[in-house]
């Protein structure tokens, strides 16, 4: 770390065992991320339970490169739980950054829209065409909402693109307002 770190201490005494705690649970941090310039904690005991006793508040300030995480926990009665707690929420958020820079996010695949262009219902498949021009095979057991057998020529689907041996196919199909784009339209009440 490029500075040192900081462990503030508000409305209670400094202990040396969290001092300690605190310590090692930075340590684990810094191996999570190389690259931590700075780390600031913060542990603040409030009143605000007067009949039910003390209240911990623990923030956490991490510096890397280019990003702060900041996580704040609290916990009734347990100093030692809201730490935990802190630590692992900041874990998870310098992960899933890490992960960001090093650019190991799961990218999800992006819907299209087509048209149903051909169906065989007795055999349990059909063709989809998509926005390119080139049709998508799909299936009986490719279709989400609704069944199969409620589709037609000519209806407007959303699906996910599969490279299959045997070519392109669609995978999860769907019908409804997102694929046709065409709003409900309210008619008031009825007229007696």
């Given at each position: 770390m490029q500075v040192p770190l900081?462990?503030?201490?508000?409305?209670?005494?400094?202990?040396?065992?969290?001092?300690?705690?605190?310590?090692?649970?930075?340590?684990?941090?810094?191996?999570?991320?190389?690259h931590i310039t700075s780390c600031r904690v913060t542990v603040d005991e409030n009143d605000r339970h007067r009949q039910r006793g003390k209240h911990f508040c623990?923030?956490?300030?991490?510096?890397?490169?280019?990003?702060?995480?900041?996580?704040?926990r609290d916990h009734d009665e347990d100093v030692y739980v809201a730490l935990r707690d802190a630590f692992n929420a900041a874990a998870r958020k310098i992960e899933d950054m890490a992960r960001?820079?090093?650019?190991?996010?799961?990218?999800?695949?992006?819907?299209?829209?087509g048209t149903v262009a051909r169906l065989f219902p007795e055999e349990g498949y059909g063709f989809i065409a998509g926005p390119d021009g080139n049709e998508f095979y799909f299936s009986r057991e490719n279709v989400a909402e609704p069944s199969f057998d409620k589709l037609e020529t000519g209806?407007?689907?959303?699906?996910?693109?599969?490279?299959?041996?045997?070519?392109?196919?669609?995978?999860?199909?769907?019908?409804?307002?997102?694929?046709t784009g065409v709003e409900p339209v309210s008619t008031g009440p009825a007229a007696s």
């Open positions: 900081q462990i503030v201490y508000h409305d209670m005494p400094r202990s040396d065992a969290l001092d300690a705690r605190i310590r090692d649970k930075v340590a684990k941090l810094e191996k999570l991320h190389p623990v923030r956490i300030d991490v510096r890397v490169p280019q990003h702060e995480i900041a996580v704040n960001l820079q090093r650019r190991e996010v799961k990218v999800h695949d992006v819907p299209l829209r209806m407007i689907v959303q699906f996910i693109e599969d490279i299959a041996a045997e070519g392109r196919q669609a995978k999860r199909i769907t019908v409804g307002k997102h694929a």
